[in-house]
């Protein structure tokens, strides 16, 4: 998978997880917990791959202030 691919994938697995926490903050209703199970091992894989993504993303910061920056020159 290409760098774009990745950024597409941890994009999409963060929003959904920013769309899970919000419902919990609007609703008290955890969509995930109530698809996979109260901290199942599936909604404990969901949950860390929300976490890794979000990390991911901090990546991007640089690379679109690289990109910007080029643009510039």
Not at 14 to 26: D, E, M, P, R, S
Not at 37 to 66: E, P
Request: aromatic share 14%; charged share 5%.
């Amino acid at each position: 998978m290409n760098v774009k691919g990745l950024d597409y994938t941890a994009l999409t697995i963060a929003i959904i997880g920013a769309v899970n926490w919000g419902l919990i903050g609007f609703f008290s209703f955890d969509l995930v917990a109530w698809i996979c199970g109260n901290m199942s091992w599936l909604s404990r894989v969901i949950y860390a791959l929300v976490g890794l993504s979000g990390l991911y993303i901090i990546s991007l910061y640089g690379r679109v202030t690289g990109m910007s920056a080029q643009h510039q020159a």
